[in-house]
């Protein structure tokens, strides 16, 4: 298994789909993609030069942990293929071991399925204008990072690349998907994350808030895709350092966020290259996360 970071992949004989800020999507046929987590980072919806050694595999390794304990919850895109089923060249068996899953076809819902469980970032921003997070009225007095009387879900658009995802109503989730299945998409992050977040506090991590993507397969039932409860897609707080009223230390590119908020940058392409010391810091707050969650 290679340890070299992958920073983007070019596989022969399969049809490039997108790509991401972060994971390559390849056709393998008419039912079945191949999902490639690469190491590239972003921040600011800026995908960053230096890539983060290792973060696409943890990543992938999160995502399948958490897809083997919801399964209870809501179906999700994997499937019982091996990579070794479609792709024959070693070399790129060897990149993709570890990162790469086969996946089912389905067709996306145009909505970010967030679920808020502590108070922090445009949450956090709307409160003190408001006293709302996305139209949703909240108790007086809440302090930077409080822990909500009850998650919230917060939906957001899908922004196109290089924008930015915009909040949405839930009126608004009805209007794209419908209401039956925005109900679903809705019960479904609620769930997840309430699922997610009582067996991570038993292991020391705080899941402020996180983010959900869900699809139709072909007999139009919800089914959860892309990425679970990582740190890309989620807010990790060690609990052992979590105070209201301050910002916590995060697992995650919370720390990569905090360098370049240093920088003379105006956070649009091309972003500024990484110092060794911040590439190395990153990569062990994914490490750790990891640890902390499956073992």
């Known amino acids: 298994m290679t340890t070299q970071a992958v920073f983007e992949t070019a596989l022969g004989g399969l049809r490039l789909l997108h ?24 921040a600011f919806d800026v995908v960053l030069p230096d890539p983060i050694p290792g973060k696409g595999r943890t990543l992938t390794q999160i995502s399948n942990f958490w897809f083997a304990r919801t399964a209870h919850i809501v179906p999700n895109h994997l499937t019982d293929f091996s990579l070794a089923a479609f792709i024959r060249e070693p070399a790129e068996l060897a990149m993709l071991e570890g990162r790469a899953v086969v ?15 502590y108070l922090i970032g445009s949450g956090w921003k709307d409160y003190q204008g408001s006293g709302k997070v996305c139209g949703i009225e909240l108790p007086p007095g809440l302090r930077l990072s409080d ?37 679903q ?28 993507e869900f699809g139709l397969n072909e007999a139009q039932q919800v ?32 720390y990569v966020r905090d360098y ?22 990153t990569a062990e707050k994914y490490a750790e996360a990891l640890r902390r969650l499956t073992t």
């Open 19 to 42: 790509r991401g800020k972060v994971r390559d999507l390849y056709e393998l046929d008419d039912r079945h993609l191949l999902m490639v987590a690469t190491d590239r980072l972003s």
């Open 103 to 117: 996946v089912k076809k389905l067709r996306p819902l145009p909505v970010e399925a967030v679920v808020r469980g």
């Open 147 to 183: 822990r909500l009387p009850e998650p919230i879900f917060t939906p957001a658009t899908k922004a196109a690349a290089g924008e930015h995802d915009e909040n949405i109503s839930y009126d608004d989730v009805v209007a794209l998907v419908g209401p039956d299945v925005a109900a």
């Open 185 to 212: 998409v809705r019960r479904h992050a609620l769930a997840l994350y309430r699922f997610a977040a009582d067996y991570a506090r038993e292991r020391g991590i705080i899941i402020a808030d996180t983010k959900f």
């Open 223 to 254: 089914v959860l895709m892309d990425e679970a409860l990582t740190p890309d897609s989620s807010r990790f707080w060690p609990m052992d350092t979590w105070q209201p009223g301050a910002s916590p230390p995060s697992f995650d590119k919370q």
């Open 260 to 281: 370049l908020e240093t920088l003379d940058w105006n956070k649009k392409a091309p972003g500024p290259r990484l110092p060794a010391e911040v590439i190395l810091r």
